[in-house]
């Protein structure tokens, strides 16, 4: 009897059989795919117009910003005379000096700054000058902080936004494919259709890590989608885990 | 006794015959080979070890089995048995895991009772089976189902066949799966009946083949068996 019991628990050993990420579980992800619609955001122009020379401080400084995070600047102004530096050593930016005299021009000192910034190799955005009007048009669409006078008197404007143009309300989209993927795979495995408040279930999933996206369109670059994703955990069987909202652009 | 359990028997043939005939307009065919290798020892105890491969229609697998049963007689008529199965079958599901196959393992426990050998019956049998089993699949939902199995077998006097018919039926404890607002409400239902009718070919006193003829009828699918089984068996 004792043997047969012990079989009988072997058997039970081998039969146990391992699950992975997928199909085959007692568990659901659920969610919401909003969306809202937008225009597309446009090239940002920023317009500087400087001051002279005597109005200016050693180691006055504006802000000057771009779409890529690895490119934001700040120019700022050395007088010669003065021993101390005049680099205010910001962290996470590109410092451009500009040495000048107090006897400078408006239109010297936008020329001195002018080329000072174009020293810089890959910039991200075009310059140009009109008298003592420097106009700096961003190489690429889309949302840009706005450029700042800071320390300095000179004026800066922002004569046209990059920011996309969101047009309306973010509501649930019907009928919108949203994909699962199963562990550490790469590409989904399998996808449904919301229904008709954006509302999707994928169920009878194991436990285990999911991520769960969905495709929406870039608002910078025209044609470029991108993914909305969210990784999420299934811990114990028969269990449903509210993935959240998944916002898109159309 | 032995007449009346002959007419019972040629009804319930005959019942089947044509719950296999007018179900077969529908069903996809399936045949299932197997060769079994038992073992009794201390007169009491049984071990078989057995192979099945099964074909969708007559050339294309589906699944191949093997498994083993240790049984043991506690009293005339009543015995207990556990089994292990393990499959082979196709992987719906290889981009997952990148393995053409994928592997079930089935654990089952059950009684059988051999309600005529109380009235020491011989040629005549009428069997009841009762099994629990449990699945385990990589990719399907594990499965907990109960099976009973009414046998019924009369081997003719001085001929090599022994007919049969068998109705089964399987209730599976966690069929259905509803997925409401807040939970998971799993609860049990009759998954399916199974028929069969056939023979025993008594070749020699240790060998036996048996063909049969089965249907299985699945309550939630359309997918519905017609099944030709021929199976090998050798006492030894």
């Not at chain 1, 404007?157 to 562990?183: C, H, K, W």
Request: one cysteine or more; glycine letters at 6%; charged letters at 20%.
């Amino acid at each position: 009897m004792k043997q047969t019991f012990l079989l009988l628990l072997l058997v039970l050993v081998i039969a146990a059989c391992k699950k992975i990420e997928g199909p085959g579980g007692t568990s659901a992800i659920r969610g919401q795919l909003t969306g809202q619609d937008y225009s597309f955001g446009d090239k940002e122009i920023t317009t500087v117009s400087f001051t002279s020379g005597a109005t200016i401080e050693h180691g006055d400084y504006w802000l000057l910003n771009s779409t890529e995070n690895s490119k934001l600047y700040y120019i700022y102004y050395t007088n010669p005379t003065w021993i101390s530096s005049a680099d205010p050593q910001l962290q996470g930016r590109i410092g451009i000096a500009v040495s000048f005299n107090y006897s400078d021009s408006n239109i010297e000192i936008a020329q001195r700054t002018l080329d000072s910034i174009n020293q810089q190799n890959d910039l991200p955005f075009e310059l140009s000058l009109t008298q003592d009007i420097l106009t700096v048009t961003s190489k690429f669409s889309g949302e840009v902080v706005d450029a700042d006078d800071y320390t300095t008197p000179f004026s800066v404007d922002i004569s046209n936004q990059g920011t996309p143009n969101m047009l309306g309300d973010t509501f649930g989209r019907a009928g919108e494919r949203v994909y699962i993927i199963y562990g550490d795979n790469t590409y989904s495995a399998n996808s449904i259709r919301t229904d008709e408040e954006g509302k999707f279930s994928f169920e009878g999933l194991q436990i285990g890590t999911y991520t769960i996206y969905a495709i929406s369109e870039d608002t910078i670059q025209n044609g470029k989608f991108n993914r909305i994703s969210k990784t999420i955990e299934i811990t114990e069987k028969k269990q449903i885990v509210d993935g959240g909202v998944f916002n898109v652009f159309y | 006794m032995v007449g009346y359990s002959m007419f019972f028997i040629r009804k319930l043939f005959f019942s089947i015959g044509i719950i296999l005939i007018s179900s077969s307009i529908h069903s996809q065919f399936s045949t299932w080979m197997g060769i079994g290798v038992n073992h009794t020892f201390h007169k009491m105890f049984s071990a078989e070890l057995g192979y099945e491969y099964r074909l969708k229609n007559t050339n294309e697998f589906d699944k191949s089995n093997v498994e083993l049963k240790l049984s043991q007689n506690w009293h005339k008529g009543i015995e207990t048995f556990v089994k292990y199965r393990n499959s082979i079958v196709g992987n719906r599901n290889s981009a997952l895991n990148l393995k053409p196959f994928a592997y079930d393992n089935r654990v089952s426990f059950g009684l059988d009772v051999s309600f005529l050998k109380f009235l020491d019956v011989k040629r005549t049998k009428l069997n009841w089976v009762i099994t629990q089993q449990f699945d385990n699949y990589q990719f399907k939902r594990n499965s907990s189902m109960l099976r009973n199995r009414l046998l019924f077998k009369h081997d003719v006097k001085d001929f090599p066949l022994s007919p049969f018919v068998s109705v089964e039926h399987f209730y599976r404890w966690n069929r259905d799966v509803v997925y409401t607002n807040d939970e998971v409400i799993i609860s049990g239902g009759t998954n399916a009946w199974r028929y069969f009718i056939g023979t025993d070919v008594e070749i020699s006193k240790k060998q036996r083949l048996m063909l049969s003829f089965g249907f299985r009828d699945l309550i939630l699918s359309t997918n519905d068996n017609l099944i030709l089984r021929v199976n090998y068996k050798l006492d030894i």
